[in-house]
């Protein structure tokens, strides 16, 4: 990948899991790869992304923490709660029904923890390993879900600019700072469900083209509102594609309707 092409991918990732990276070729080893990283840490004192080609028709994308990434982990490990590791662990489960996945060299274990040392590779079979088409599927389909399990360890919070009016007509331009989840949330979701609303099966990809056959929401079966506690929940079974329509009508009613409620309240 060359320069214009990382930046590309960079962007790519923003608008899917809402995280901020930079990146370069990576040529650490025999086989050039490319590496990313979260903006907000170094190379040297954070978690390292990588992808390269392995044998003659895989790529291998590993994640390495730096040499100096003891004060990360020491944050990881202070500030990461059963909710955010609940959700890390949904991704590798994903993970680990399309592709090989190895922590610390060995195969996956339930509630592993992030330690000195803890290091992922996954490997995935392409047909090509040199095309850019097939390096940009194996960090969509493989990196981009593993830099959203390690958002979730860390606390990722995304920096949002809002341009806000008052009463007067001055426009301001206000920076606030939020957990970026709904799109993680989204990514998991429909890599589990597919894009077709759960209520009444709708799919926005056979009725609109573009940007506009994306508009399938993610709805937490039990609302987020309605928790009065951090809830660890399965992505499988607390969260639901629905289209815009249905994820309205389910909210009219509080506590809101379950799916199968909805889907009785539809007509013939």
């Known amino acids: 990948m060359n320069e214009s092409q990382i930046l590309e991918t960079i962007k790519v990732i923003k608008e899917a899991i809402g995280v901020e990276l930079k990146g370069c070729e990576d040529i650490s080893e025999d086989r050039k790869g490319v590496m990313f990283w979260f903006s907000n840490y170094t ?17 291998v994308i590993s994640l390495k923490f730096g040499p100096y990434a003891g004060a990360c982990i020491e944050h990881i490990n202070q500030n990461s709660t059963e909710d955010s590791y609940a959700l890390a662990y949904s991704f590798f489960k994903f993970l ?7 922590i610390n060299e060995h195969p996956p274990i339930d509630n592993w923890k992030i330690q000195k040392g803890f290091n992922v590779d996954l490997t995935i079979k392409v047909t090509n390993q040199k095309s850019i088409e ?35 007509g001055e426009v301001a331009l206000i920076l606030t ?16 469900h597919g894009e077709t609303c759960g209520v ?11 940007s506009t056959a994306s508009i399938i929401e ?51």
């Open 200 to 210: 009444c099966g709708l799919d926005p990809k056979l009725n609109y083209t573009g």
């Open 134 to 168: 097939a390096i940009n599927s194996s960090i969509k389909e493989v990196m981009v879900p593993l830099i959203a399990a390690l958002s979730e360890v860390i606390g990722y919070e995304d920096v949002v600019e809002s341009i806000v009016g008052d009463e007067e």
């Open 177 to 192: 700072r939020k957990r970026e989840r709904s799109k993680r949330n989204r990514l998991l979701c429909l890599s589990i």
């Open 43 to 59: 190379r040297g004192n954070g978690p390292v992304f990588s992808i390269r080609p392995s044998g003659i028709k895989r790529h």
């Open 218 to 268: 993610v709805h937490h079966i039990e609302p987020l509102s309605e928790v009065d506690k951090v809830k660890a929940y399965n992505p499988n079974t607390d969260l639901i594609p629905l289209c815009p329509n249905c994820h309205r009508a389910i909210h009219t009613r509080k506590p809101a309707y379950k799916p199968q409620e909805l889907k009785a309240l539809l007509i013939a």
């Open 96 to 102: 680990d029904e399309i592709c090989d996945v190895k």
